[in-house]
Nanobody
Framework: QVQLVESGGGLVQPGGSLKLSCVTS????????MVWYRQAPGKKRELVAAATTGGSLNYANHLKGRFIVSRDNDKNALYLQMNTLEPEDTAVYYC????????????WGQGTQVTVSS
């Protein structure tokens, strides 16, 4: 059974930081491209950052410099360090795993809420 479990969300003041984690089980983690998405109320889900099997780290242009994505293949985990948070970063953050070749092997976590507010 495949599981992706996000954690680390919460309430933070503007300018603060949070680190999200996504721990996976049931997949051969190193074969999967890992992506963070987010969805704010009333908005479409958007890509935040990706850590590919080949070691590439990619970001939404408007988030570069504030967010840092990383993965640990030994721990089967994906991380997102979020700095200088803004109210506009308020959203549910989702972890996605997609096999590098077999695209039908595409899995999602349940999401973790991030709220940036004073």
């Amino acid at each position: 059974q495949v599981q992706l479990v996000e954690s680390g969300g919460g309430l933070v003041q503007p300018g603060g930081s949070l680190k999200l984690s996504c721990v996976t089980s049931g997949i051969h983690f190193s074969d999967y491209d890992m992506v963070w998405y987010r969805q704010a109320p009333g908005k479409k889900r958007e890509l935040v950052a990706a850590a590919t099997t080949g070691g590439s780290l990619n970001y939404a242009n408007h988030l570069k410099g504030r967010f840092i994505v990383s993965r640990d293949n030994d721990k089967n985990a994906l991380y997102l360090q979020m700095n200088t948070l803004e109210p506009e970063d308020t959203a549910v953050y989702y972890c996605n795993a997609r096999h590098q070749y077999e695209f039908h092997r595409d899995y999602w976590g349940q999401g973790t809420q991030v709220t940036v507010s004073s």
